[in-house]
C-alpha cells in the first residue's frame, strides 16, 4: 500500500512563496509519476505539475509556468512544489498524487489528503 502526505500549506499574501512537500511511503513503481494538483470549492481538480520518478522530467499547467517548480528527493521518498509570487487565483486545496498518468487526475492511483493554500490580495 502506498501513503501520501502533504505539508506546507498556509496564508500568505500575493508576491510570497511556499514549498509544498509530499512524503510518500509503501512500494512505488519506478516508472510511475508524481503529480500536483488543485481544486477550488465547487470546481474540478486541476492539473498543476508532474515529475517523472525514474527519469525527472517535468511538466507544468500554463497557469504556473514559470512560476512553480516541481522537484524530488529521492532518498527521502519526497516530491516538492516550490511556489513563487503566488496570486489570489493560487488559492486551493493541493494535493500530490502517484500514478502512470500525466495531466489528467483520473489516471492517478494513489492521492493525499491535501494542503491548504490561500493567498491574499
Known amino acids: 500500500q502506498v501513503q501520501l502526505a502533504e505539508s506546507g500549506g498556509g496564508l500568505v499574501q500575493a508576491g510570497d512563496s511556499l514549498r509544498l512537500s509530499c512524503a510518500a511511503s509503501g512500494r512505488i513503481f519506478s516508472s510511475h509519476v508524481m503529480g500536483w494538483f488543485r481544486q477550488r470549492p465547487g470546481q474540478d481538480r486541476e492539473f498543476v505539475a508532474t515529475?517523472?520518478?525514474?527519469?525527472?522530467?517535468?511538466f507544468y499547467a500554463d497557469s504556473v509556468k514559470g512560476r512553480f517548480t516541481i522537484s524530488r528527493d529521492g532518498a527521502a521518498k519526497t516530491t516538492y512544489l516550490q511556489m513563487n509570487n503566488l496570486k489570489p487565483e493560487d488559492t486551493a486545496t493541493y494535493y500530490c498524487?502517484?500514478?502512470?498518468?500525466?495531466?489528467?487526475?483520473?489516471?492517478?492511483?494513489?492521492w493525499g489528503q491535501g494542503t491548504q493554500v490561500t493567498v491574499s490580495s
Open positions: 515529475i517523472r520518478r525514474n527519469s525527472f522530467s517535468t
Open positions: 498524487a502517484i500514478g502512470p498518468g500525466l495531466t489528467e487526475a483520473r489516471t492517478y492511483l494513489h
